[in-house]
């Protein structure tokens, strides 16, 4: 069974960084295209950013750009999330999401690990 | 960037009833678009790849058609469990947008 487990979430002043896990078991990790998609609380699904499986590879929604860095660890099955100059707005929920194929939709999605941003 | 815009935004159904939601893609995405549910409180669900391919253990009442611009998703039989809201991706390529959802409610 695919797991997907995010941690590092918390509360951060504005301005503050903040790192985030995804632990996967449940299938070869490092055969697979991985991304986190946050939501903010009411709000509908947005795609932050994707990994391919050597790592080599890595793409950006325009407002991560700069500020986030993803990056995977594939020795630890470990998915991460680096999010520096956070702001009010990035206050949200983040899923670390697995691709069935790479370049393809996300057919596994962790519980997500809350991230707020407030002074 | 490419823009997806889903329709309606939200809608209300009797249970049996045939609901359609549309999502347009601009550019178009060829027929990589992707449908998923959520329910309330629940981790997104992927229902529909490759615009009209159904992912393993979604119920068959679901069905995607499409491609390039233009995308639906057909619930044809609207059951209790299905109140959720939907959204469509584009996975064509970066960035990979997802349409603003669509609320689904039983009346």
């Known amino acids: 069974e695919v797991q997907l487990l995010e941690s590092g979430g918390g509360f951060i002043q504005p301005g503050g960084s903040l790192g985030l896990s995804c632990a996967a078991s449940g299938f070869t990790f490092s055969t697979y295209t991985m991304g986190w998609v946050r939501q903010a609380p009411g709000k509908g699904l947005e795609w932050v950013s994707d990994i391919n499986e050597s790592g080599a590879r890595t793409y950006y929604a325009e407002f991560a750009k700069g500020r986030f860095t993803i990056s995977r660890d594939n020795s630890k099955n470990t998915l991460y999330l680096q999010m520096n100059s956070l702001r009010a707005e990035d206050t949200a929920l983040y899923y670390c999401?697995?691709?069935?194929?790479?370049?393809?939709?996300?057919?596994?999605w962790g519980q997500g690990t809350l991230v707020t941003v407030s002074s | 960037d490419i823009q997806m815009t889903q329709s309606p935004s939200s809608l209300s159904a009797s249970v049996g009833d045939r609901v359609t939601i549309t999502c347009r893609a601009s550019?178009?995405?060829?027929?990589?678009l992707a449908w998923y549910q959520q329910k309330p409180g629940k981790v997104p669900k992927l229902l529909i790849y490759?615009?009209?391919a159904l992912q393993s253990g979604v119920p068959s009442r679901f069905s995607g058609s499409g491609s390039g611009t233009d995308f639906t998703l057909t619930i044809s039989n609207l059951q209790p469990e299905d109140v959720a809201t939907y959204y469509c991706?584009?996975?064509?390529?970066?960035?990979?947008?997802f349409g603003g959802g669509t609320k689904v409610e039983i009346k």
């Open positions: 550019p178009g995405v060829g027929n990589y």
């Open positions: 999401a697995k691709a069935s194929i790479s370049g393809s939709a996300y057919d596994n």
């Open positions: 991706q584009n996975y064509n390529r970066a960035p990979l947008t």
């Open positions: 490759a615009a009209s």
